[in-house]
C-alpha cells in the first residue's frame, strides 16, 4: 500500500507556521507546540533538486530557487527542509564545496576542491588527496590539519552522539561536536552509543580529562557520548 503523498503548504500555512514559532520562542506552550508540529509533520517542507541540460539546481518548498542550475550534484537529507542562510555541500566539476545560499546570490564557504565533505554541520570533516582534515566554519579555519589518514564516518556525518574520531600517524584521537579535540595519541577508541569516551594509551583503557591528560578514573571523564 502506497502513502499518500503530503500536499505542499500554503502561503497562510507558512504564515502560521512562522507565527506558531514565534510565539513559541517567546514562551513555550504545549498546545502550541502541538499545532506547530502538526504543520511540519502533515505538509511537505522538503528541499527539491531540479535539472537544466545537465546541471541540477535547488528548489525550496514553494518552488523558490535556493542555488541556480549550475551543480553536478549534492549532498542533501531525505526530506532535508533548507533555507537561505543554510549550508550545502555542492558537487562542481567533480570536486566538492560548501556552498552558503544567500537571496541576492550565493557564495562559496569552502571551494569545490574536495574529494569528500561530510553534511555540514558548524565542523565538518574533509578529504582531498586521500588525506582528511577537520574544518570549523564558526572559526574559519581548520582544527586539525588536512594530515590525517582517515576519519571515522557515521552514515555521512562526522560525529556520532556528539563525537568524532581522526587517526594520525597511526594513533587516534577524539573531537566532541562543540570543537575541543585532543592529540592523535590513542591506539584504540571504544565507540558508544552514550556514555564516557573511553580510549587507549598504551596498554592501558581509561578517560580523556577536562585538561586533555588521561585518566584510568572513569569520574575524570570529560568526553562523552550524549544522545
Not at 560548501?98 to 557564495?107: A, C, M, S, T, Y
Not at 561536536?177 to 552514550?194: K, L, M, N, P, R
Request: hydrophobic share 35%.
Amino acid at each position: 500500500m502506497t502513502k499518500d503523498k503530503k500536499p505542499k503548504p500554503t502561503k497562510a500555512i507558512y504564515d502560521e507556521r512562522i507565527n506558531l514559532q514565534q510565539q513559541l520562542n517567546v514562551e513555550w506552550n504545549d498546545d502550541l507546540s502541538d499545532q506547530h508540529l502538526n504543520i511540519l509533520n502533515n505538509y511537505d517542507w522538503t528541499t527539491s533538486v531540479f535539472q537544466e541540460g545537465d546541471k541540477y539546481g535547488l528548489k525550496m518548498w514553494d518552488d523558490t530557487i535556493l542555488l541556480p542550475a549550475i551543480f553536478d550534484n549534492f549532498r542533501t537529507l531525505t526530506s532535508e527542509e533548507l533555507h537561505f542562510g543554510d549550508k550545502v555541500v555542492a558537487n562542481l566539476n567533480g570536486k566538492e564545496g560548501v556552498v552558503l545560499p544567500k537571496e541576492n546570490g550565493w557564495r562559496w564557504l569552502l571551494n569545490s576542491e574536495f574529494d569528500y565533505i561530510t553534511y555540514p554541520n558548524d565542523i565538518v570533516a574533509v578529504e582531498k588527496g586521500e588525506k582528511w582534515g577537520i574544518y570549523c566554519f564558526n572559526k574559519t579555519n581548520y582544527l586539525i590539519p588536512i594530515e590525517c589518514e582517515e576519519i571515522t564516518l557515521h552514515s555521512g556525518f562526522l560525529f556520532m552522539n556528539g563525537i568524532g574520531e581522526f587517526k594520525k600517524d597511526g594513533l587516534w584521537g577524539i573531537i566532541s561536536d562543540s570543537g575541543e579535540y585532543t592529540e592523535a595519541i590513542y591506539s584504540e577508541v571504544e565507540e558508544d552509543i552514550e556514555g564516557p569516551v573511553k580510549v587507549k594509551l598504551g596498554e592501558k583503557w581509561g578517560y580523556v580529562k577536562e585538561d586533555l591528560t588521561f585518566s584510568e578514573n572513569e569520574d575524570d571523564a570529560y568526553f562523552w557520548y550524549s544522545m
